[in-house]
């Protein structure tokens, strides 16, 4: 029973731990006729400190991108509109996204599935220039609150997480 409950948690792992973007959706909407692309969410950030866990994903309408982010923060936060977003990147340039709305953090408001479920988190949407993304790699994040700001160090293995879904979101943008 042991062998088999190892060899179950090192499949999930593999499973898991593997980067895999995907575009998720390009349609256009039958209401507003307007052009949909979306990214699968990813993971940025996950381990120790706060946030513990955050994930991203990029979106196109029209092609206007927006910035998806999830934050596991464990706390009641709230997130308003116009609160920044900042990147420094692998040359130590500064870039930064505006939320577009308020955002209330909420229990598993940062969740993706049951990963993070149970504790605080918040779900907050960006918008701005992210071309950036297209030559950088994201080595640290900061992301602005009700609370003050939360940085966040970006692990070598997530750097070109943000890069790779603003590509994806490119391509596809000019392929139809």
């Given at each position: 029973?042991?062998?088999?409950?190892?060899?179950?948690?090192?499949?999930?792992?593999?499973?898991?731990?593997?980067?895999?973007?995907?575009?998720?959706?390009?349609?256009?909407?039958?209401?507003?006729?307007?052009?949909?692309?979306?990214?699968?969410?990813?993971?940025?950030?996950?381990?120790?400190?706060?946030?513990?866990?955050?994930?991203?994903?990029?979106?196109?309408?029209?092609?206007?991108?927006?910035?998806?982010?999830?934050?596991?923060?464990?706390?009641?936060?709230?997130?308003g509109k116009g609160d920044k977003l900042m990147f420094l990147?692998?040359?130590?340039?500064?870039?930064?996204?505006?939320?577009?709305?308020?955002?209330?953090?909420?229990?598993?408001?940062?969740?993706?599935?049951?990963?993070?479920?149970?504790?605080?988190?918040?779900?907050?949407?960006?918008?701005?220039?992210?071309?950036?993304?297209?030559?950088?790699?994201?080595?640290?994040?900061?992301?602005?609150?009700?609370?003050?700001?939360?940085?966040?160090?970006?692990?070598?293995?997530?750097?070109?997480?943000?890069?790779?879904?603003?590509?994806?979101?490119?391509?596809?943008?000019?392929?139809?």
């Amino acid at each position: 029973m042991k062998r088999f409950i190892f060899t179950i948690t090192i499949i999930f792992s593999i499973v898991f731990s593997c980067n895999a973007q995907e575009i998720v959706k390009n349609e256009v909407d039958d209401f507003t006729g307007n052009r949909v692309i979306e990214t699968s969410w990813e993971k940025l950030a996950w381990g120790l400190g706060i946030p513990s866990g955050i994930y991203a994903r990029i979106r196109s309408i029209n092609g206007t991108m927006i910035l998806d982010m999830k934050y596991m923060i464990d706390d009641a936060v709230v997130i308003g509109k116009g609160d920044k977003l900042m990147f420094l990147d692998n040359n130590k340039n500064k870039n930064e996204v505006t939320s577009i709305n308020t955002y209330i953090g909420e229990k598993g408001g940062g969740a993706i599935g049951l990963a993070g479920s149970g504790v605080w988190g918040i779900y907050a949407q960006y918008s701005g220039e992210l071309g950036f993304l297209n030559n950088s790699l994201i080595q640290k994040i900061r992301i602005y609150t009700s609370k003050g700001y939360y940085d966040k160090e970006i692990k070598k293995k997530y750097q070109e997480t943000l890069q790779k879904l603003y590509k994806l979101v490119i391509k596809e943008s000019i392929t139809r």
